[in-house]
């Protein structure tokens, strides 16, 4: 079945410590986006990718760094995690021109 | 002011009622009015979409979009446990480019069996 995947789907590390979101999709879709979901703040968007060679920054993407490795992969990196970047992670695609965006199942991060 | 305003609730209300989940919005060009579910420990999925003003019908929920007001409303009919989740608003304007992807907070719903 067409899906979106994110690994891991929990994790807890340390103030300080570099970590690396994976998000993969056969869905065959040329957009990619980032965003994190906090209590009382909804969903707000970290990066976004319209294809391979395009990577433009969000709302939110001070401390944050992508990698568009492959049409179905993008990254999402914290160089040096801090205890405010504890949240509820989610990949997301689209197709071109279509509007409808496709959720992973998200990834808790807990920075202690 | 945020471009997208939205009432997290939590709303609670009985199996059976006619639930309203509402936002307000501040940039007239957005021309399409997205709902999205998402039901806890999941990501969220499309529900419905409007183009402009108007309303939607789609089984027992109904979009509406008041683009005078820039107000946009779900609601929901017949109620049933099975509709508790977040319910997101997403308006989107027309066009290419950076789609203005914005979400409203979204509104806790619970319905009480």
């Known amino acids: 079945d067409a899906d979106v995947t994110q690994t891991p789907r929990n994790r807890i590390t340390k103030t300080g410590k570099r970590i690396m979101l994976e998000c993969s999709q056969t869905?065959?879709?040329?957009?990619m986006y980032w965003y994190r979901q906090d209590p009382g703040l909804g969903l707000r968007l970290i990066y976004y990718s319209f294809d391979v060679k395009d990577i433009n920054k969000g709302e939110i993407s001070d401390g944050y760094s992508v990698s568009r490795q492959a049409q179905a992969k993008f990254s999402l990196s914290l160089e040096s995690a801090i205890p405010n970047q504890t949240a509820l992670y989610f990949c997301a695609t689209s197709a071109a021109g279509v509007r409808e965006q496709f959720f992973g199942p998200g990834t808790r991060l807990t920075v202690l | 002011q945020k471009e997208v305003e939205q009432d997290p609730g939590p709303l609670s209300v009985p199996e059976g009622a006619i639930v309203s989940l509402n936002c307000t919005y501040s940039n007239s060009a957005f021309q399409y009015f997205m709902w999205y579910r998402q039901y806890s420990r999941k990501g969220p999925e499309l529900l419905m979409y409007?183009?402009?003003?108007g309303n939607k019908e789609d089984g027992r929920f109904t979009a509406q979009v008041d683009k005078s007001s820039k107000y946009i409303s779900l609601f929901i009919r017949d109620s049933q446990p099975s509709d508790s989740a977040t319910y997101l608003c997403a308006p989107r304007r027309s066009g290419g480019g950076a789609d203005g992807l914005t979400f409203g907070k979204g509104t806790h719903l619970i319905i009480q069996p």
């Open positions: 869905k065959g879709h040329d957009r």
């Open positions: 409007t183009y402009s003003s």
